[in-house]
């Protein structure tokens, strides 16, 4: 009797025991299923900044690195920073809602990467180009569209007038009509008429102006499947403590990453 009891005892903890470690596999599945959801939300949050140059170098690349990140953190957006073009390929750039160029200059990407570049903008990617991006890529025709100009000079380090022409757009709502800010000023050549001009500069303002009264020195556009936004601004170290330019950059970034 003392024997049938304890085989029944033994039993039923044994079908317990199943059914709790079921249960305990199940909610750790449920649980790394909700991991792996909350890591592709996030991976869809992923910049990539690059600011690889071969010709003139920018001091101000570090400060605009740490800005971004800054602004990054701030906003739930993972920013990474590199200078190796060797990332510009498809499975590489898939993973990144929008690539920065942060003053680069030069060429700073190869054919079969420049391919690559292209593909991930007509596959829905967003570009964002910061100061030097406009010296950029000059032998590479598709690039000059996707930015809206080339650089062609700029007088000294001196502070202008900037109109703000179109403030619909996240990266000028909130700035003044007319906001008077301290930069290096890009003249621009091969201009692309069909980009939406959010700001320009007002030549009369500062010495050196060479586009006249057509000076623009922020735009975005939609480009052959993607988005792209470009700001002349963000050469000096300053500009990357300044909280006007920041989310000017900020709203142009967010544009081009389709939020």
């Given at each position: 009797?003392?024997?049938?009891?304890?085989?029944?005892?033994?039993?039923?903890?044994?079908?317990c025991g199943f059914?709790?470690?079921?249960?305990?596999?199940?909610?750790?599945?449920?649980?790394?299923?909700?991991?792996?959801?909350?890591?592709?939300?996030?991976?869809?949050?992923?910049?990539?900044?690059?600011?690889?140059?071969?010709?003139?170098?920018?001091?101000?690349?570090?400060?605009?690195?740490?800005?971004?990140?800054?602004?990054?953190?701030?906003?739930?957006?993972?920013?990474?920073?590199?200078?190796?073009?060797?990332?510009?390929?498809?499975?590489?750039?898939?993973?990144?809602?929008?690539?920065?160029?942060?003053?680069?200059?030069?060429?700073?990407?190869?054919?079969?990467?420049?391919?690559?570049?292209?593909?991930?903008i007509r596959g829905?990617?967003?570009?964002?180009?910061?100061?030097?991006?406009?010296?950029?890529?000059?032998?590479?025709?598709?690039?000059?569209?996707?930015?809206?100009?080339?650089?062609?000079?700029?007088?000294?380090?001196?502070?202008?007038?900037?109109?703000?022409?179109?403030?619909?757009?996240?990266?000028?709502?909130?700035?003044?009509?007319?906001?008077?800010?301290?930069?290096?000023?890009?003249?621009?050549?091969?201009?692309?008429?069909?980009?939406?001009?959010?700001?320009?500069?007002?030549?009369?303002?500062?010495?050196?102006?060479?586009?006249?009264?057509?000076?623009?020195?922020?735009?975005?556009?939609?480009?052959?499947?993607?988005?792209?936004?470009?700001?002349?601004?963000?050469?000096?170290?300053?500009?990357?403590?300044?909280?006007?330019?920041?989310?000017?950059?900020?709203?142009?970034?967010?544009?081009?990453?389709?939020?």
């Open positions: 009797m003392k024997k049938n009891h304890l085989f029944c005892a033994l039993a039923l903890f044994a079908t059914s709790a470690c079921n249960q305990a596999s199940t909610q750790g599945g449920e649980a790394t299923a909700t991991r792996t959801a909350e890591a592709e939300a996030t991976a869809a949050d992923r910049i990539l900044v690059y600011s690889n140059t071969n010709g003139y170098r920018h001091q101000s690349i570090e400060e605009g690195i740490a800005a971004l990140q800054r602004l990054g953190q701030q906003n739930g957006v993972q920013v990474r920073a590199t200078e190796d073009s060797t990332m510009f390929v498809a499975d590489t750039l898939k993973n990144y809602k929008a690539v920065i160029f942060l003053s680069t200059t030069q060429d700073v990407l190869n054919s079969e990467q420049e391919t690559a570049f292209e593909e991930y829905g990617g967003g570009y964002v180009g910061i100061h030097a991006a406009a010296d950029t890529e000059y032998d590479w025709p598709w690039y000059n569209q996707l930015v809206g100009a080339y650089f062609l000079s700029h007088p000294e380090i001196q502070k202008a007038a900037i109109d703000v022409v179109d403030k619909s757009h996240a990266s000028t709502s909130h700035l003044p009509d007319r906001w008077e800010h301290t930069d290096e000023w890009y003249n621009y050549k091969d201009l692309n008429p069909n980009v939406t001009v959010v700001a320009r500069l007002d030549e009369t303002s500062y010495k050196g102006g060479a586009n006249a009264d057509n000076h623009p020195i922020a735009w975005y556009h939609e480009f052959d499947g993607g988005k792209a936004f470009y700001t002349g601004l963000g050469h000096t170290h300053e500009s990357y403590s300044d909280s006007l330019f920041l989310k000017h950059l900020w709203g142009g970034i967010e544009y081009a990453m389709g939020k």
